[in-house]
């Protein structure tokens, strides 16, 4: 026969499952998001990759083979954005999400200097696994769209019908600021906490990390603690990164910070699981429950990714 104490404690877990849905195993698993991943396939007559582009790897990077990696990492789902040899396609991560709805969630390329475009944004996410844009802004063509004013449709499009929009501008995120303030509806993600290992060798991490803190006042505002082993000088378990981690977290908080990798870049440098473990073992600043918000539950929320 239970006790009092028993029996009152075994109807509050019977409570918490029945509001959470979960049974109590579930309620307290992790859940662990990528926030930013690369598929491509085989250069050939139906997948032409970009002229001129560079694999990040020798060979393709399939969804097949990502879902194995993940599997062997404990990584439960990924945000999947075109890759460089493919910059303009939509499709084959379209298909990932499709064919594994649960794992894959897909940030799309859409052609920023081309005003036409905005008729895509009203049924921009009806596209199954659509979950936003992904903006490349380090390309010259692309970052003149911003500054000149062509790419405005796509700040109020995106602000009026929901659309996330994460960019990668290393080292001009500032560029950004203005576009934030304007359109405090549309969310504003930052790719890689702004900085790359060209930024990293230069000893010019603390000026282009203090653009990325700046936005911090603006609630639309997010970043990714992603791509972070290639602005380290140092092997594993990249110490060197954690005073610039920590300035950004404690500027943006564990609800608007999201881990990512990025892992078809530098993957000779550091695979998938010492990626997750970096966060999970070397990062000693963030509580367990700040992780959980990092390491997955905040990217799902902000994207909207149930």
Known sequence: MLSRREFLASTAAVGATLATGLQ??????????????????????EFRWTPGAKPQLPEPFTIERAIKLMDEAGVNRAVLAPAGVARERNDYLLEAAKRYPNRFGVMGSIPLDNPKAAALLPKWRDQPGMLGVRLNLNDAAAMASVKDGTADYLWAGAEKHSIPVMFFAAGQVSTMAPIAGRYPGLVLIIDHMGVNAGIAKKKALPEAIGQVVALAKNPNVGVKLSNLPNSSLEPY???????????????FGPQRCYWGTDVTNGMGRSDWKQRLAHFTEAVDFMSEQDKDWVLGRAIMQRLNWS
């Not at 109590?24 to 085989?42: E, F, G, M, N």
């Not at 954690?242 to 404690?250: A, C, G, L, P």
Request: charged share 30%; glycine share 0%; hydrophobic share 40%.
């Open 237 to 251: 378990p990249f110490k060197d990164l954690n005073e610039h981690i920590k300035r950004v977290f404690d500027a």
């Open 24 to 45: 109590p195993a579930q309620a307290q698993k992790r859940v662990i998001v990528d926030s930013q991943v690369h598929l491509w396939k085989a250069d050939s007559e």
